[in-house]
């Protein structure tokens, strides 16, 4: 048996979490959550301890835009172990403006499946 403590970012109450695992023939299971006020807190423990993700958020070069940078994100949740693989794909990315907020910038990032897109609109210079 093993404990993890988290603080949850479920919401905003930043809730410390305890999460107790055990070890099984299928490897780690959660056996129990306690500290959390909602239910997104025990949600949020499983996944962390289990399989964490990440939404990575970034900037990319912009050619004839009203703006030299725009800001991207990943569309979803990213394994927290293809994070620096997928800043290293937006190196030296540069798109044309104008661009809309959820233009693919990238997609399939660092093969995840998961796009990179605009979160921000640039309009033609």
């Given at each position: 048996?093993?404990?993890?403590?988290?603080?949850?970012?479920?919401?905003?109450?930043?809730?410390?979490?305890?999460v107790?695992?055990?070890?099984?023939?299928?490897?780690?299971?959660?056996?129990?959550?306690?500290?959390?006020?909602?239910?997104k807190g025990?949600?949020?423990?499983?996944?962390?301890?289990?399989?964490?993700?990440r939404?990575?958020?970034?900037?990319?070069?912009v050619?004839?835009?009203?703006?030299?940078?725009?800001?991207?994100?990943?569309?979803?949740?990213?394994p927290?172990?293809?994070?620096?693989?997928?800043?290293?794909?937006?190196?030296?990315?540069?798109?044309?403006a104008?661009?809309?907020?959820?233009?693919?910038?990238l997609?399939?990032?660092?093969?995840?499946?998961?796009?990179?897109?605009?979160?921000?609109?640039?309009?033609k210079?």
């Amino acid at each position: 048996m093993s404990i993890r403590e988290l603080t949850c970012i479920g919401c905003p109450l930043g809730c410390a979490l305890t999460v107790t695992l055990e070890e099984t023939a299928n490897g780690v299971e959660v056996t129990d959550v306690t500290g959390n006020t909602c239910p997104k807190g025990a949600i949020y423990a499983r996944k962390e301890v289990t399989n964490p993700t990440r939404i990575v958020t970034s900037t990319v070069r912009v050619s004839g835009g009203t703006a030299a940078m725009v800001n991207v994100k990943t569309a979803s949740d990213i394994p927290k172990s293809k994070i620096f693989d997928c800043v290293e794909a937006l190196k030296g990315v540069e798109i044309a403006a104008p661009v809309q907020i959820g233009d693919v910038v990238l997609a399939n990032v660092a093969g995840t499946g998961v796009n990179i897109i605009a979160a921000r609109s640039i309009a033609k210079n």
